[in-house]
């Protein structure tokens, strides 16, 4: 294509990717949570005592710390997240998935596995080392 270098054609396929792929996880509506949701859900569900400083939080799943703490206010709401001051530093404060916020993503994790392997099937699945060792390269190392 004119004017358009590989590397940048692959980043605006990845972006378009992003996009279809954030609107089929829209089904996790379902749970009560979107996308977004659930990625911090699964988050501080993978660490130790599910709890996590803000500013980890924001650098594990990529976004700025103000982003994750405007996506954490309606969480906190809803009771899926709590905040929890440290004992030690009264700067630092952590987010802990509440047990309510632990059930409801146990049950969208079964969900949005679901989705996965809908949207890759084991078919198509056959170069997927290749593409997650790019997007580790990339930053992608959420998992």
């Given at each position: 294509m004119k004017g358009i270098d590989d590397p940048l054609k692959l980043l605006m396929n990845?972006?378009?990717?992003q996009s279809l792929m954030a609107r089929r996880f829209d089904r996790l509506s379902a749970h009560g949570i979107g996308f977004s949701d659930f990625m911090i859900m699964f988050a501080l569900w993978q660490t130790n005592?599910?709890?996590v400083r803000r500013v980890d939080l924001a650098d594990k799943i990529g976004?700025?710390?103000?982003?994750?703490?405007?996506?954490l206010v309606p969480m906190e709401k809803t009771g899926l997240v709590r905040r929890e001051a440290n004992e030690r530093d009264a700067r630092v404060s952590y987010v802990?998935?509440?047990?309510?916020g632990?059930?409801?993503f146990e049950e969208a994790l079964v969900t949005a596995n679901f989705l996965a392997q809908e949207i890759l099937p084991p078919?198509?699945?056959?170069?997927?080392?290749a593409l997650e060792d790019m997007l580790g390269e990339l930053g992608g190392n959420i998992v």
């Open positions: 990845l972006a378009k990717v005592g599910e709890r976004l700025t710390s103000s982003g994750v703490t405007r996506m802990v998935l509440t047990d309510a632990r059930s409801i078919a198509k699945t056959k170069k997927i080392g």
